[in-house]
């Protein structure tokens, strides 16, 4: 029940090859999206759940991995039915550029067996761990800035985590549970780990692995993991040794089995940069509550530092990008004068400076915009102790219409700007059980925000307006007059039977 690490069987000579008997479509998901293939995905020691296979997402065309976790007493499986699909439900939730995705999951439950299937992200280039050993092995040390780089991604994760109400504790961070792209993007993966063990420890054939299991990984430990005081401190002291290896590369066990205290702590010591070193030993620190927040320490010295312009406007352009035609970076630069001057910096005494389109490459563009997009680079001066989650009904896509409950944060601010013009389109699905609500919001300032949701014949307009003041799509007292308009939008689509549309002008 782990994410993947990216190691193949490799076929001989050891190069990867794909045989035809590895690429075996062995099953189906219920919906036909994931096929199952008779490559298996080896984990390496990764605590969590061995039976892993590579599967093909049909849809969107990439590979995916397949985890099952087996039941072995179906009895035991339906007294934990109602609780594995609550838990299934809130981890589907969970969406973070740092955090492997959990696409989805499903429930398998015949007379001879149950389990569990669900889909995660396929990592393909594989665990932190293998990239600093091999870092290790070419005999090269780790670059500083891609050390922050990679603290801060983690950080950014963690502080997403802990702030959902309740948090969720990773409680399995380790760099086999970190993986790295070749873009440098960081993503954390088993966040369901934990979760497993928490809500059928023993009810799972063949058992599931704890993180004490793994000898090996026994520094990660925080010293009161498992405790009834484990909480997210327990993230915080993984982190800290995570950090430490990577400035290291390896901490020295000196040829016992188990990493030290004595060996952590002295390679913390030989840290050559004092700020890194107080970083990390602030993390690793023995009292729970010494320890800093994920939230403070995007905020420590080592890692803080003041955004460009630059920057921000990406995280601007990227957070509005729905509102924006597609390929419109490519298509502005192309009107523009490469000789025109974009800014200029005036001095009194001596020259100004003059930045002109011709300095800036589109391609450099459109990669810094990607590499924001996915993650690499989040606003971590701006990170807030609740993380902005996108409501339910507006980021599920049609597979998923279950009513749940989920982690949810509170919004950081409440809109203050007036609604001036509402307009909305509905169209249902050809079985009649749902309809498909787009709906277009001008406010006060011109901006325009459009938004779209599948509604069921249980939803009230109430609710969805109620749900749009809640996280800051529209202000309180525009909740009235957007229930009635979308009331009113609902009877007449229903009465009608087709497509229909409906406009209302504010005053």
Known sequence: MTMSVAERHSGSGGKEEESEDESEILEESPCGRWQKRKEQVNQGNVPGMESAFLAMDTEEGVEVVWNEVQFSDKKVFKAHEEKIKDMFENL??????????????????????????????????????????????????????????????????????????PPIIHGNLTC????????????????????????FP?????????LRDEQRNLHFLAPEYGSFEDKTAIDIFSFGICALEMAVLEIQANGDAIVSKEAVAHTGQSLEDPLMREFVQACVRHEAKKRPSAHDLLFHRVLFEVHSLKLLAAHCFINNQYMLPENCVEEKTKTFDPSAVMAEIRH??????????????????DKFLEDVKNGIYPLMNF???????????LSLSQEHVETVTTPTPEPQEMETRKVVQMHCNLDSNDEGTKMHLTLFLKMEDKLHRQLSCDILPSDSSKDLANELVHYAFICEDDCEKLT?????????HRASGSVSHGVMMMH
């Open 176 to 199: 086999d549970t970190i993986f790295i792209q070749h873009n440098g993007l960081i993503k954390i993966g088993s966040v369901w780990h934990r979760l497993f063990v928490n809500v």
């Open 92 to 165: 589907m939730q969970v969406e973070h550029p740092n955090i492997v995705k959990f696409h989805k999951y499903w429930l398998d439950v015949t007379e001879s067996k149950a389990r569990v299937i669900f889909i995660t992200e396929y990592m393909s280039s594989g665990s932190l761990k293998q990239f600093l050993k091999k870092t290790k092995k070419n005999h090269k040390t780790m670059n500083k800035k891609a050390w922050k780089r990679w603290c801060t991604q983690i950080l950014s994760a963690l502080c997403y985590l802990h702030s959902c109400d």
């Open 484 to 492: 009635s308009f979308l009331e009113e939008a609902f009877v007449k």
């Open 202 to 210: 023993d009810a799972v054939h063949g058992g599931i692995k704890h």
């Open 383 to 393: 990170a807030s102790p609740r993380p902005h989650l996108i409501p339910r009904a």
């Open 348 to 365: 009194k005494n001596r020259p100004g400076v003059q930045l002109k389109y011709s300095h800036v490459s589109p391609l450099e563009l």
